[in-house]
């Protein structure tokens, strides 16, 4: 028996196999309309984004790009508020939840990076985002705007996909940006014939208060557990799991 003829046929079927396994993959990322770019360049600059924000958007996108959406799950999209909910399937009490925040983002730097989501079809996507936009020179329109925009490029890409904008979340007591935070989602409630639903977290996490409790928050604007619980609690309803 020739052992050089049979390991030469080994390594070609396994050769064969290997392109047969990429042309799948090819072919269903065609199928599922992703023959767009999945992520950022390296090189994307956010402009809105501080130096510190920048690096670290780079590092989170890097870990996504090891982390992949699995298909028909739950995207919580945003920025600190949603990173640093960690586990969220956990907090839901639901499998197949992946955590797409990044501390430091803004509206514009989720416009950007929103092909991988697109591409992973997900059942319903969770929209947090605003906090840092407060702090840029855009006027409240153009923060509206930009949500809307977001939203609405989920929505209408992902015509299964149930997905939910949430107003921006609330601040402590007194602080200096509460009012343009509250300008920008009245306009968000203002929007008629979206494609997205509106769900009023900052209502539900403020009452009647228009402010972050002391027990939801550690610094004014991050949230305690018992601030992630409450938020928590509010999305449950939407999952589809009744």
């Known amino acids: ?13 396994g050769l064969v196999i290997l392109l047969m396994s990429c042309s799948v993959t090819n072919n269903a990322k ?41 298909p028909n799950s739950i995207v919580m999209l945003g920025n600190s508020l949603t990173e640093q909910g960690g586990n969220w399937g956990a907090r839901l009490n639901i499998d197949r939840v ?8 803004n509206s514009d730097g989720v416009l950007a990076r929103l092909g991988e989501i697109k591409c992973a079809q997900p059942d319903r996507i969770f929209l947090m985002i605003g906090t840092n936009d ?33 107003t921006i979340m609330p601040l402590e007591e007194g602080h200096n940006q509460t009012e343009r935070l509250m300008d920008i989602n009245e306009l968000l409630r203002s929007i008629e014939n979206s494609p997205y639903t509106l769900l009023d977290t900052f ?37 589809g799991q009744d």
């Not at 028996?1 to 079927?13: G, P, S």
């Not at 992946?98 to 983002?105: F, L």
């Not at 840029?136 to 299964?160: D, H, M, Q, R, W």
Request: hydrophobic share 35%; glycine share 6%; net charge negative.
């Open 1 to 13: 028996m020739n052992y050089k003829i049979i390991i030469a046929k080994v390594y070609f079927l």
């Open 30 to 70: 065609e199928i599922n309309g992703c023959d767009f770019a999945l992520y950022p360049p390296s090189d994307t600059v956010i402009t809105t984004h501080d130096e510190w924000t920048q690096s670290h958007y780079k590092n989170r996108i890097k870990y996504f790009k090891q982390d992949s959406i699995l």
């Open 98 to 105: 992946s955590n797409r925040g990044i501390a430091g983002d």
């Open 134 to 166: 407060l702090w840029t020179n855009y006027s409240v329109e153009k923060v509206a705007s930009n949500i809307e925009s977001i939203g609405n490029e989920l929505a209408t890409s992902l015509p299964e996909t149930q997905v939910y904008v949430q």
């Open 203 to 239: 209502e539900e996490m403020s009452g009647d208060s228009n402010h972050l409790p002391a027990s939801y928050t550690t610094d004014g604007v991050h949230l305690t557990n018992i601030g992630y619980n409450k938020w928590a609690s509010i999305i449950r309803p939407y999952l």
